[in-house]
């Protein structure tokens, strides 16, 4: 049968997406500060097949809004770096991707990039980074290089606001550039600079190695990595995107866009906007842009059940939990249902988070993967030796590799 | 056995194991030698120096590919990965030994590198440990946000000032912070997470730090520069000092300068341990030993490296120049703009040092190769593993040093010959340990006091709470 390949990821972060979720007898909100308890839950999901976890990161304390930080007491407060965290799980649980969460925003573009490129070494190619923009001021503050004003998000939402239509666009400007610094350095060596050539006393031949030269608003980069070309050559970048600026720059920059639509007309919107950007912006990656969706996922037996349950988390929060993604309290089955109807819209792929960890992550291993195995939408190629490979993404070709005139230069040797 | 006379307990032993460098003392022609890069040579490393129960293992940094002439340097092993992305690696693959990376306080901002150090050490359960350097040139800057502004005067206030803003941030969370109460619903005491707000020259700092303290609180300081403000440093803040002075004579006077200055600010003596560099070359026989240092020492120079070592000095193209006879007699090119880049030292007057490595070599009859060999490859301890091992307790009982950072020469196995045949040797004379103590942070394994307690006028109830 002839189908869309979908591919599931899992979001982790903290003791689920329920703010309340900590407190179930399931959870262990003690252990997030503990590898075992990420290497446990990576690896549920490695043995059930899914192809990816993403890892959750900000520059700071977690905020509810783009506010002041409020030290909530009855939420879940504090964070290991996403980035070595993930490194940690690597080097013990293989064949998944793992795709930690690195802001653009106050960190050095170099060492993001040779942070990822080491975990695609580690991983032995099942690297990927979740690009995120900080525009929070307090998170500015702990770096003290310049203020971002407080976004007020309802401001935004009543009409055009120039300073902060600006602002955004600045803040992803500079994520592009981080992007576009990383995928040079990546690039930078290539796949054969290593030569061990004891005759002429050279460890690597210095022409495969390239200068990345990148000149921005930001910041400047002369290159080349000090990392040697990983498995991948390209780790995976995935872009969370709600709007206009951020698809753009999915667009220019990203191998999985994730979007978060709350209908099936919402959907079209959105891929109708994601369209238009791809008129305005031009695409730097060779790949086609995957276009994933996102859903909070809460499961339970029957709907009812589910429904209860959240229900019985939004009351121990003291409020509703809202998300920027829907939320599907359901049966393993629905859930399904529900992502088959995405796959079938032409999606090719969902990154779920689970309410509740581990629950809900054991629900979607032990529930949702078999039915939807059952259909056969999920490409799982059993050899895949890398993430790309995993998700039918082509090898990263070599911009320097490539550009390299070889022909010439092999003509000119043989005339000298 | 032992070579201390008096009654007094024998010191113990502390020793590193440095990950092979990207230099020519690792040697890449070498048929045992696999990827620098490969995640199986780091854990291959990492759990060789765990089965000898070294204290810590010791990675250097990258920040920019060495240049030589304007040009990437061809002829040593080229490419590392991130120091602390590998560190976390490892931490998930070993169980006991210390991680330490060399971390620029230059070319990073404390409140991202104290939170990962922090979350280093969350991590490996309180194994972290941080060689704090300094770097001041443009060459390096190339490659950051910072660009080359820093002078190089402000070298050490800008790493005095990382550290004392990293260690508010590490201290400001009482350690009984979280709660974590499903029943009431509290997670944190809000007046147990305190605001770290500092304003100085180098770093403007304000919010709160995302972790609860980590097993050790601050990671092991690890200072290795010589100059009087590096002693300085360290005598305030650090924990290890990776020094140069393995010759017994230079280390026993650089132990007293060091451990005198701590008596000076009423530090303990074995509050701060003096671990010097040291190679070794091991033999069955005194002579083999000797024969098998001068084969590697001949692996470490090729002819390329000893004329390279050359040019950084004449700042000209010597190729044609025979590597086993004399020293070049043309005088070296100065310019304003040095040779060699990205390495520690640059040699700042080329004709002097040109004039002195001439007498040195007519002096002793060297060719070009053999005066390179004598300050690029040579050997810090050649024996049996007997003699080697009596070597480094005689430096540690006589205050030369309080053990040592082992480097090897091979890339990953350089310290497997190391592990089987000079620890048992150690451990049979009673200095060193023959197995971790259960749970121990490297504070603990190396025998250093515990961080002092927090103050806890750092954690104020500056925290807004929301409903």
């Not at chain 1, 930080?69 to 940690?88: H, Y």
């Not at chain 2, 770097?135 to 790493?159: P, V």
């Not at chain 2, 919010?207 to 305030?236: C, E, K, M, N």
């Not at chain 2, 300068?257 to 010097?276: H, M």
């Amino acid at each position: 049968m002839s189908h869309t390949p979908f591919h599931l990821g899992v979001a982790l972060d903290g003791a689920g997406w329920h703010p309340a979720a900590w407190r179930l007898d399931t959870a262990r909100p003690d252990a997030v500060f503990e590898a075992d308890y990420w290497v446990s839950l990576v690896v549920e999901a490695q043995s059930a097949g899914i192809d990816l976890v993403t890892i959750e990161d900000s520059f700071g304390l977690q905020t509810s809004g783009f506010g002041a930080v409020e030290l909530r007491r009855g939420e879940v407060r504090g964070r290991l770096d996403a980035l070595l965290l993930a490194n940690t799980i690597a080097a013990q649980v293989p064949g998944i991707g793992i795709v930690p969460t690195v802001t653009t925003t106050h960190t050095e573009p170099f060492h993001t990039a040779t942070g990822i490129q080491t975990l695609d070494h580690v991983s032995e190619g099942w690297a990927g980074w979740r690009v995120q923009v900080s525009g929070r001021s307090h998170e500015a503050a702990h770096v003290g290089r310049r203020e971002i004003p407080v976004l007020d998000p309802l401001r935004a939402a009543s009409g055009p606001d120039e300073e902060q239509t600006a602002l955004i666009r600045r803040l992803f400007g500079e994520a592009v550039d981080a992007i576009e610094v990383a995928r040079r350095l990546w690039d930078s060596w290539e796949d054969d600079a290593v030569i061990r050539d004891v005759p002429t006393g050279r460890f690597i031949d210095r022409e495969r190695l390239h200068y990345v030269d990148f000149e921005g608003e930001s910041f400047s980069v002369k290159g080349p990595s000090i990392v040697p070309r990983s498995p991948q050559g390209q780790p995976l970048v995935f872009v969370l995107a709600h709007q206009q600026v951020p698809y753009e720059l999915a667009v220019a920059q990203a191998d999985i866009v994730g979007v978060t639509p709350h209908s099936d007309e919402h959907l079209e919107r959105i891929l109708g906007e994601l369209g238009d950007a791809e008129l305005r912006v031009e695409r730097r990656v060779n790949d086609p842009l995957r276009i994933w969706t996102e859903a909070v996922v809460l499961i339970e037996d029957t709907r009812e059940k589910a429904e209860e349950a959240l229900s019985a988390l939004d009351e121990l929060h003291g409020r509703t939990y809202a998300s920027d993604a829907v939320i599907l309290a359901d049966t393993a089955e629905n859930v399904a249902a529900q992502l088959l109807r995405w796959q079938q819209a032409g999606l090719t792929g969902v990154r779920l988070r689970p309410a509740r960890l581990p629950l809900d992550l054991e629900r979607i291993a032990r529930g949702v993967v078999p039915v939807l195995d059952e259909t056969g939408v999920l490409e799982r190629p059993r050899d895949a030796s890398t993430l790309r490979e995993r998700l039918g993404i082509a090898p990263a070709e070599n911009r320097y590799a490539t550009a390299r005139p070889e022909t010439t230069e092999l003509i000119e040797s043989a005339n000298r | 056995m032992t070579t201390s006379s008096s009654s007094k307990p024998a010191k113990q032993i502390h020793l590193a194991a440095h990950f092979p460098g990207v230099n020519n003392t690792t040697v890449w022609s070498d048929e045992r030698s696999q990827s620098q890069i490969a995640f199986s040579s780091f854990r291959h490393f990492a759990q060789n120096a765990e089965r000898g129960k070294f204290d810590f293992l010791f990675l250097a940094e990258g920040l920019r590919l060495r240049e030589t002439r304007g040009l990437i340097h061809d002829l040593d092993v080229v490419g590392r990965p991130n120091t602390l992305a590998i560190l976390a690696a490892l931490a998930g693959v070993t169980s006991n030994i210390g991680l330490v990376g060399t971390l620029s306080s230059t070319f990073n901002e404390p409140y991202e590198l104290a939170r990962q150090l922090a979350t280093l050490d969350h991590l490996s359960g309180g194994r972290a440990g941080w060689n704090i350097v300094t770097t001041s040139d443009a060459f390096h800057g190339a490659n950051f946000r910072r660009g080359q502004f820093l002078d190089l005067a402000d070298r050490y206030t800008r790493a005095q000032e990382f550290f004392d803003v990293s260690s508010q941030l590490w201290d400001s969370w009482a350690d009984d912070a979280i709660v974590a109460d499903k029943a009431s619903g509290e997670f944190a005491r809000t007046s147990g997470i305190g605001l770290v707000d500092h304003h100085g020259p180098q770093f403007d700092v304000t919010g709160y730090a995302t972790l609860p303290p980590s097993p050790q609180r601050h990671p092991v300081i690890v200072q290795a520069g010589d100059s009087p403000d590096g002693r300085d440093f360290a005598t305030s803040s650090a924990d290890v000092i990776f020094s140069r002075h393995a010759d017994f004579e230079a280390g026993r006077a650089f132990y007293d300068d060091v451990k005198g200055r701590l008596d000076a600010v009423g530090r303990p003596r074995d509050s701060l341990k003096i671990l010097p560099a040291a190679t070794f070359i091991l033999g069955d026989t005194h002579a083999e030993a000797l024969e098998r240092s001068r084969e590697i020492s001949r692996l470490q120079v090729s002819p390329q490296t000893a004329i390279s070592f050359l040019e950084q000095v004449w700042n000209t193209d010597l190729s044609g120049y025979d590597v086993e006879g004399p020293l070049p007699e043309i005088d070296p090119v100065v310019t304003a703009e040095g040779g060699a880049k990205g390495r520690a030292h640059v040699h700042t007057d080329p004709i002097a040092t040109a004039n002195a490595w001439r007498e040195q070599a007519e002096a002793s009859g060297w060719s070009i190769r053999e005066l390179v060999i004598s300050f690029a490859a040579k050997h810090t301890f050649v024996g049996t593993p007997t003699v080697v091992a009596e070597t480094i307790n005689r430096h540690v009982q006589e205050d030369a040093s309080d053990g040592f950072v082992i480097v090897g020469n091979t890339n990953p196995t350089g310290l497997d010959e190391f592990v089987d045949r000079v620890i048992p040797e150690l451990q049979e004379r009673g200095v060193y340990r023959t197995d971790y103590d259960e749970g121990a942070t490297l504070h603990e394994t190396l025998g250093l006091p515990p961080v002092p307690a927090r103050s806890t006028s750092t954690v104020a109830g500056a925290a807004l709470v929301s409903a």
